[in-house]
């Protein structure tokens, strides 16, 4: 079974940075399409940053230029480098495949932007 184990949340002031970090117990990892997810309070989840079938990286608008993804095949790991965090960044972070068909879902990590 798929285990999903999101790390690294917290609480940061605006304008701060944190890196997620994800451990993903599946087998033939390095071919799995990653991505981060987030869902704030009372909206629905939302991919923020995803790897391509080409190998490259596309991201929501709203995170582009400040968050970054990536990977370790070796340790099973996907991160996620935030910076230049914003109030509106507050939600809990989760990691899956990029879809269409998800894993079950990880608790998430939360992370908290003050303003």
């Known amino acids: 079974q798929v285990q999903l184990v999101e790390s690294g949340g917290g609480l940061v002031q605006s304008g701060g940075s944190l890196r997620l970090s994800c451990a993903a117990s599946?087998?033939?990892?390095?071919?799995?399409?990653m991505a981060w997810y987030r869902q704030a309070p009372g909206k629905q989840r939302e991919l923020v940053a995803a790897?391509?079938?080409?190998?490259?990286?596309d991201y929501a608008d709203s995170v582009k230029g400040r968050f970054t993804i990536s990977r370790d095949n070796a340790k099973n790991m996907v991160y996620l480098q935030m910076n230049s965090l914003k109030p509106e960044d507050t939600a809990v972070y989760y990691c899956?495949?990029?879809?269409?068909?998800?894993?079950?879902w990880g608790r998430g990590t939360q992370v908290t932007v003050s303003s």
């Open positions: 599946v087998a033939f990892f390095n071919m799995r399409i």
């Open positions: 899956n495949l990029a879809g269409p068909t998800t894993w079950p």
């Open positions: 790897f391509t079938t080409s190998g490259s990286t």
